[in-house]
């Protein structure tokens, strides 16, 4: 019987102390591929890899069956390359092995010149894009609207695109009340409010804040925003507020951990991601998971993500995201029903095999 097939895949971002959205997705890959059940003739192995000066930190890879790892040094490689069938690259570090290699685009931020105050960055992402367009077996995109967005700014074979949505972490779902009183107590919060998670410009915040003012909700609700900001940002910040007269009415938590996010997310009346361009939007579909209303945007692939399950607004337009926001508050228990159920149907499972089926695709023609 011959050995089954090794998929390697660069995990250095699960080293990281607090992981970003592409470890998120790494992790999540990789540990949904260690448990999918397959016949026998269709197994396969992971082997997880770690840059050499990451490898010390190397109990923070996935643990779990099918599932090994080994450390990387490159662009010089002297001990010997373990052998794999193919690699996976999940964002720009990528060991330089003559195999057939699968990347997955997030989304082309810097194509739209999105998110991108470093010039210099700005352009090695875009040098970035060129190298997985002319050297990648196959593309994974997150979405449609990614796999589009990359064939109209970098341009490729569409038969090598393919998208492969992304699923949904059975951590985020509704919580028993205790749960969410006790992470409101926490973080101090009291009353009703809504929920905004995000700080590079694309999430839309100062929008967000005049919407809040100009519907009057800061009469019965806080508005809770997650993430960390520079000191310059939040000075910026707490000027505006001062100037909206929301200083008492608007809650900066910063950093959110993974085990804290969901309940905010249950405990909120609403979430507000009214981004300006996402590659995905996975937030969305989170929020949805924890039985709450969801205001996003008509922009990138916040529609598609949302699947008309969510309050969708023109995110420049101030009146339009008040409007949009009362909506979502008052969004009706069927409608917030369907949105759970929609999002429960988007699987970490599904993504997974989505994925090794672009794999098997890219060995059978090489």
Known sequence: MSRPPVFAIEATNLTDERGTG?????????????????????????????????????????????????????PVWPIPRPACSLLHVPDERQPPWRVPVVATVHDLYAALNINTGDEKKRQRKLRHYEHLRDGCARLVCVSENTRQDFLRLVGGDPARLKVVHLGVSPDFCP?????????????????PYL????????????RTLEAFAAGGFARDFTLLVCGERSQAQGEALASRLAALNLTDRVRFVGF?????????YAGAAAYLFPSLYEGYGLPILEAMACGVPVLTSNRGSCPEAAAGHAVIADPEDIAALAAGIGEAVAMTESRRAAALAYARTRTWEATARGTLAIWREALAER
């Not at 959110?256 to 905010?264: K, M, R």
Request: glycine share 6%.
């Open 22 to 74: 592409i470890g998120r997705y790494t992790r999540q890959l990789i540990e949904a591929l260690s448990a999918l059940q397959v016949q026998p003739q269709d197994e396969f192995e992971v082997l997880q890899l770690c840059k050499r000066s990451r490898w010390p930190l190397r109990e923070r890879l996935a643990q779990g069956p099918r599932l090994s790892s080994r450390m990387w040094w490159g």
């Open 175 to 191: 919580r028993e009340a205790a749960e969410i009183d006790a992470v409101r107590t926490r973080h101090g919060i009291a009353g």
């Open 195 to 206: 929920l905004f998670v995000g700080s590079t410009p694309n999430k839309n915040l100062a």
């Open 256 to 264: 959110v951990s993974d085990a804290n996010l969901p309940v905010l």
